[in-house]
């Protein structure tokens, strides 16, 4: 049974910045794409950033380039996600998901999620 936990969320100050975490097991992630989404109370999915299992090309929001990176470890069988120069509008629930077929940018096309955890920017 696949299982994703997400880990380092909490509360920042606009400006600053948060590393956040998926841990897999029961799956290795290497075969995988791999992303990050998040989401607000009331509203859908929204996608955050993508890591491709052929060559580890990285794809992002507009809101977010620049800003957060995307990596992973094979080794931990991790995804990581830097979130850097934070804002009160990234504050929302972030959910590591593995990609199963369709655009990457589109949540419809995971299908393993983690619980979530939420992060929080103060102004």
């Known amino acids: 049974q696949v299982q994703l936990v997400e880990s380092g969320g909490g509360l920042a100050q606009a400006g600053g910045s948060l590393r956040l975490s998926c841990v897999a097991s029961?799956?290795?992630?290497?075969?995988?794409?791999m992303g990050w989404f998040r989401q607000v109370s009331g509203k859908e999915r929204e996608f955050v950033g993508f890591?491709?299992?052929?060559?580890?090309?990285?794809y992002y929001a507009d809101s977010v380039k620049g800003r957060f990176t995307v990596s992973r470890d094979y080794a931990k069988n991790t995804l990581d996600l830097q979130m850097n120069n934070l804002k009160p509008e990234d504050t929302a629930m972030y959910y590591c998901?593995?990609?199963?077929?369709?655009?990457?940018?589109?949540?419809?096309?995971?299908?393993?999620w983690g619980q979530g955890i939420q992060v929080t920017v103060s102004s």
């Open positions: 890591v491709s299992w052929i060559g580890g090309g990285t």
């Open positions: 029961g799956r290795t992630l290497r075969n995988y794409g």
């Open positions: 998901a593995i990609h199963y077929t369709g655009h990457y940018s589109d949540h419809k096309s995971y299908n393993y």
